[in-house]
T-cell receptor, first 111, second 111 residues
Framework: QKEVEQNSGPLSVPEGAIASLNCTYS??????FFWYRQYSGKSPELIMF????GDKEDGRFTAQLNKASQYVSLLIRDSQPSDSATYLC???????????FGAGTRLFVKA | NAGVTQTPKFQVLKTGQSMTLQCAQD?????MYWYRQDPGMGLRLIYY???????DKGEVPNGYNVSRLNKREFSLRLESAAPSQTSVYFC??????????FGPGTRLTVL
């Protein structure tokens, strides 16, 4: 059973701080990795994707990938109360057809 | 451009009743997916359709059937609903098995 593991949280950070969200995956052949944000009662929406080892930055968000350690992370700089949501890590499996989602980490940003 | 639409938004069924959840996308995507989301368990893939005319089982297909009616539409049918199928159901679509775009979800309660 291919798995994607996340700490369920909640992770609580003060406004303006850096929030660090982590994810590990079991399928060593995976090549595509995604972070989705889901507000309460809403559907998931893509924040970032990353395919190569290293860092990828987009505004206040940085995704980090380490394939050797099977580890993906998301850093949110200058966290805002509007960032309070559940963040889902997702990995496309080796076959390339199925996306495996983690259970998500709930983030609270305190004003 | 509506993206991914789902009907109905809410539904209450009695055990043993049947129903079909409808999903349509207007982004000309090849791949479509049905997920269920339960508290603490993240998104679990029920069925997917990699392209028009094909469907395959995901992680939790038991008790469900699907139809890829055409490139735009992908329906999910519950033949004999059970309380264990109480969940939020999301339809999603993607191009080339990449970023997924989600519909607003259907909240289903089976009594």
């Amino acid at each position: 059973q291919k798995e994607v593991e996340q700490n369920s949280g909640p992770l609580s950070v003060p406004e303006g701080a850096i929030a660090s969200l982590n994810c590990t995956y079991s399928d060593r052949g995976s090549q595509s990795f995604f972070w989705y944000r889901q507000y309460s009662g809403k559907s998931p929406e893509l924040i970032m994707f990353i395919y190569s080892n290293g860092d990828k930055e987009d505004g206040r968000f940085t995704a980090q990938l380490n394939k050797a350690s099977q580890y993906v992370s998301l850093l949110i700089r200058d966290s805002q109360p509007s960032d309070s949501a559940t963040y889902l890590c997702a990995v496309i499996d080796t076959g390339g057809f199925k996306t495996i989602f983690g259970a998500g980490t709930r983030l609270f940003v305190k004003a | 451009n509506a993206g991914v639409t789902q009907t109905p938004k809410f539904q209450v069924l009695k055990t043993g009743q049947s129903m079909t959840l409808q999903c349509a996308q207007d982004m000309n995507h090849n791949s479509m997916y049905w997920y269920r989301q339960d508290p603490g368990m993240g998104l679990r893939l029920i069925y997917y359709s990699a392209s028009e005319g094909t469907t395959d089982k995901g992680e939790v297909p038991n008790g469900y059937n699907v139809s890829r009616l055409n490139k735009r539409e992908f329906s999910l049918r519950l033949e004999s609903a059970a309380p264990s199928q109480t969940s939020v159901y999301f339809c999603a679509s993607s191009e080339n098995r990449d970023t997924q775009y989600f519909g607003p979800g259907t909240r289903l309660t089976v009594l």
